[in-house]
T-cell receptor, first 113, second 114 residues
Framework: DGGITQSPKYLFRKEGQNVTLSCEQNLNHDAMYWYRQDPGQGLRLIYYSQIVNDFQKGDIAEGYSVSREKKESFPLTVTSAQKNPTAFYLC????????????FGPGTRLTVL | GNSVTQMEGPVTLSEEAFLTINCTYTATGYPSLFWYVQYPGEGLQLLLKATKADDKGSNKGFEATYRKETTSFHLEKGSVQVSDSAVYFCALSDHSGNTGKLIFGQGTTLQVKP
């Protein structure tokens, strides 16, 4: 089955620790995205990548980092510089940029204690 | 800049009632418009989309028409079921710079009671 997987589903970390969220897709999509979801605020774009070895900051990139070494993988690191990291993180992919439908993974809920 | 505004929730309906969730947008150019649905604890699933003015997207009894004159993309369903209870997001594609970004509304929670 083709799709997007995110792991783990729930993640707990102590304040001050970096943590990496996994996102893998086997849809052969070029573009991948990371969003943050907070209650009542919709989704906000953190980073996106339209091609391997290239990525751009979204609207709320501070305190986050990404890499895109393989087409199918787009991991997100939440660093200790992120002031309020507790949130639901969603990864998405699309065949290409420019208005194509985005397909979402099941999400990772990160709680920083 | 581009933006999406949805009606505030929660919307509470009885089973078999008619549903309307309003969505209006501000955008330059001709964005594509989407409705996504999110069930508790899950990611977003595409419900329907429309890519140009007057297009009607439809799926699973839901439909929405791209109205450029009123900059709206309201979601409707003639008879809701308890299983439709979820959060619904309206979104538009940000065509500026060809980034593929989607701009989301804040989401509208729908609760359907038996």
């Amino acid at each position: 089955d083709g799709g997007i997987t995110q792991s783990p589903k729930y993640l707990f970390r102590k304040e001050g620790q970096n943590v990496t969220l996994s996102c893998e897709q086997n849809l052969n999509h070029d573009a991948m995205y990371w969003y943050r979801q907070d209650p009542g605020q919709g989704l906000r774009l953190i980073y996106y990548s339209q091609i391997v070895n290239d990525f751009q900051k979204g609207d709320i990139a501070e305190g986050y980092s990404v890499s895109r070494e393989k087409k199918e993988s787009f991991p997100l690191t939440v660093t200790s510089a992120q002031k309020n990291p507790t949130a639901f993180y969603l990864c998405a992919s699309s065949p290409a940029g420019g208005g194509d439908t985005q397909y979402f993974g099941p999400g990772t809920r990160l709680t920083v204690l | 800049g581009n933006s999406v505004t949805q009606m505030e929730g929660p919307v509470t309906l009885s089973e078999e009632a008619f549903l309307t969730i309003n969505c209006t947008y501000t955008a330059t150019g001709y964005p594509s418009l989407f409705w996504y649905v999110q069930y508790p604890g899950e990611g977003l699933q595409l419900l329907l989309k429309a890519t140009k003015a007057d297009d009607k997207g439809s799926n699973k009894g839901f439909e929405a028409t791209y109205r450029k004159e009123t900059t709206s993309f309201h979601l409707e369903k003639g008879s809701v079921q308890v299983s439709d209870s979820a959060v619904y997001f309206c979104a538009l594609s940000d065509h500026s710079g060809n980034t593929g970004k989607l701009i989301f509304g804040q989401g509208t929670t729908l609760q359907v009671k038996p």
